[in-house]
């Protein structure tokens, strides 16, 4: 049996990524908002705390994967980072801004305990098979030692430097093409419909050939069936991150129309009543306006 | 010694296209605009030809690969269809309207040719390396007998179906997902920038991962260097492509937000004098956006 990890945020993701780190090996002590989400894993032996703090211990490694800045500021003044030290590790896998990634990397430190920046890339999906792609930034030796854990969780790591924030703006970018991805689709697919073609013929053509790669495939395959439920990755959390996309481009002077673009259409969903669905439906936008 | 193919068209694409279907053993008689561009094909043994006219003869076959609309008319008033009639095909492979295209079918069929749409996806190193992707639509009859010529010319034909201006729908359509990826790069790289990343770092983890095609990769890797010159596809032939997009939206009242960002950045560059430069060069607005 390997060493005991804290985890926190049984989620959509958090949850499969969990399961994967008892099959292999480690010892888990898990918390979450709500505690039945964990359910499966004390299933599969894993301890249940009720406190983020009671995670922690003296030295040790905690995982978080939660929704959002906010989260992340709940678990820097919970007690948690105190537990840790001296010489813990706090390996962030949540999508946050990297303002907030810089400024809880610096709280860590104050308190010797090392913050770890490594979101990831995948849906649930991939998250249960383990072949998410993880993006890591901090001192090299925090990295080294939480290498093990991440190797268990997706099916590759790339490394973005010393940096707290630049793994999250990597991520940040990821997302922002994603979007752009999603809303060049469905206008295309919109404007095929209305000459004659069906959706389906077009990208099935287009994803085995110029646009061959898991992005078109995927979203391309979500598109066409229109299904949004349940949600790989629900419209409140990627209105979320598109926000986190503007609020740094407005913070580092970029200019980005095409983010602002699909920041409007994040919230015309959202006030559609579709927060909870798949992000995949901002796609619904190009139809509606075509009145298809 | 295969069947005698008429060739206009002998630029950028047009002649490695050309080249190649005299190496696959046809005899080629050719074409253009600027007689001095079907060198090349002259000493491999083509015979030039000084109207578009005299390309043809009854029931034979013309490719042609022009630049515009306009050219494609000029074509269809040259007297050749009537030269190629009764029973010939032209195969038309440039990117022209989906109207135009359906316009050209019908003249054609009325004097007892056929008009095989043939665009194509690829830049000249594809044209060259017989690695294009042609989309066709039209009779059946008239596809089966060209399906060896355009085995010479790519590496995959994909059917349409009968309607003459599906297949250019299917051009227009990855015309825009392709320009709307160059746009979405262009700003995350600009982002990503401004925030401690260098957009080499980004692009290589993401061209591998999400976004491992082609499209990512090819310009990708323009973006980052930003090489404009030798031009594979002109800013000015890109902007052409947007116009039809545009113009085959609105015809078909399909509202779609990201092509007239596109059509902008368009109009913008070759008002900035970079109409001659490679279409890649789009990507440099988003970096004057922001004072890059």
Redesign the interface.
């Known amino acids: 049996m390997k060493e005991t990890i804290g985890f926190v945020g049984t989620g959509n993701m958090g949850l499969p990524m969990a399961e994967n780190l008892v099959r292999a090996g480690y010892r888990l002590r898990v918390y979450n908002r709500t505690p039945g989400k964990a359910g499966p894993l004390v299933a599969l032996g894993a301890e249940q705390v009720s406190t983020i703090r009671a995670l922690a211990e003296s030295g040790g490694v905690v995982v978080s994967m939660i929704s959002d800045d906010a989260a992340l500021e709940q678990i820097a003044s919970s007690g948690m980072i105190q537990s840790l030290a001296p010489g813990g590790v706090h390996v962030s896998m949540s999508t946050v801004s990297?303002a907030a990634a810089r400024e809880a990397a610096g709280g860590h430190r104050s308190l010797g305990v090392d913050y770890v920046a490594a979101p990831v890339?995948g849906r649930p999906e991939a998250a249960a098979a383990r072949r998410l792609?993880i993006?890591v930034s901090r001192p090299s030796a925090a990295k080294e030692r939480v290498r093990p854990m991440l190797s268990a969780l997706g099916q590759?790591t790339?490394d973005?430097g010393e940096?707290p924030?630049?793994a999250n703006?990597?991520k940040?970018?990821?997302n922002?093409?994603?979007g752009?991805?999603v809303?060049?689709?469905a206008?295309?697919f919109?404007?095929?419909e209305?000459?004659?073609?069906k959706a389906s013929?077009?990208i099935e053509?287009?994803s085995r050939?110029?646009?061959?790669?898991?992005?078109?495939q995927t979203y391309g395959r979500l598109l066409v069936e229109r299904k949004y439920e349940p949600a790989g990755f629900r419209l409140a959390l990627a209105l979320k991150d598109i926000r986190l996309?503007v609020a740094?481009?407005d913070a580092?002077?970029?200019?980005?129309?095409?983010?602002s673009?699909l920041h409007g259409r994040m919230i015309s969903g959202a006030a559609k009543g579709r927060a909870d669905l798949d992000w995949s439906v901002i796609g619904l936008a190009?139809r509606e306006?075509?009145?298809l």
Chains 1, 2 share one sequence.
Request: proline share 7%.
């Open positions: 990297p890339f792609w993006c590759e790339f973005f940096d924030g630049a703006v990597v940040l970018v990821g922002f093409l994603l752009s991805a809303e060049a689709m206008e295309a919109a404007l095929a209305k000459n004659g073609l013929q077009v053509m287009l050939t110029l646009f061959a790669c898991p992005v078109y996309v740094t481009a580092s002077a970029t200019p980005m129309p095409l983010a673009l190009a306006d075509a009145a």
